[in-house]
């Protein structure tokens, strides 16, 4: 069964026009009567829509629309834009070590992430925003909450697929808006806005130039060599971390910026950024710019253990727009 809010069902077996709203809150009454109460309020609107010879999902249909797509569902194909490509994490779960990557995706009716895992995050290096994707035979899974389509062996990606464009995208972000004081390490991304109060040095580290992994320098005879535990000796690129704190009244905390959204906090190009590597004097300029911006910023919070302290990992960022923060002020 396919997790379709109440709400959702409900509607639909309105919008069918075999039941009104009256006759159908009786009938999910009566079917939760009729079996001893062992069903829930979804469980039994289910059953009558399947009764009433209602689709409530069409996963067959050649291609679904976002809001069409619901956890549980296999072999789905979609297709969206590429509003958000995240960077690409790594972890590690006891000897399994792995990488993840995700996009967030949108078409006219909604947005949903897309989550590529270890060697499929390799299909996305030519993947960038504004690319429109069709996925297909991908699954669907629920994600504290969230709907996710999960990028598996089988499935496939078409990106710039001839012929297709996409106009009205929804570009709403789903994140739940939170304060500084209420964040708390795990779960979902969240949305924060802050001031910037603190600006360290960037730190540039080497990795693969194929997996993104962070390499280290290994001496090898007389030679000093790059190793990649998956591709062997390489020759790495540079890449790099920003971490900012970010004041927003209530608390602050560490903002850990990776190599695209540092790009995207500094407005810089890759390559102009990869100047204060070796002429570190000039960041202090970027240090003046950045203190006293107020940003805002999708992420997720982690326990950093060796410091115990919460760091923010931001996964999008852009300018605070002040007009939007007074409209969100003045609702509450
Ligand atoms: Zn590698």
Known sequence: MYKIPLAEIKSKIVSSG????????????????????????????HIIANELAIELVNPDKDRLKI?????????????????RKFDVREFSKGERKGKVCSLLIGDETGTIRVVFWNDQVDQLSSV????????????????????????????????????????????????QRKTIEMLQPGGETVEIVGTVVQVFDPRFFNVCSQCNKRVNEVVNGNEKQFQCAAHGKVTPSVSYVLNLVLDDGSGNIRAVFWKEQTNKVVSKMETDFLLFKDNPASFEDIKTDLLGEQFKMGGRVQKNEMFDRLEFNVQSVEKARPEEEIARLQQQ
């Open 18 to 45: 075999k039941l009104d709203s009256t006759q159908l809150e009786l009938r999910i009454k009566g079917k939760i009567n009729e079996l001893s109460g062992l069903i829930s309020e979804e469980g039994a609107a």
């Open 67 to 83: 809001k069409e797509i619901y956890s549980g569902m296999r072999r789905i194909s979609t297709v969206g834009k590429i509003l």
């Open 128 to 175: 960038t925003e504004n690319n429109i994707i069709i996925v297909k035979d991908a699954s669907v899974r629920d994600n504290n909450g969230s709907t996710e389509i999960h990028f598996g062996e089988n499935s496939s990606l078409d990106i710039n697929p001839e012929g297709i464009t996409m106009d009205a995208v929804r570009q709403s972000l789903s994140y």
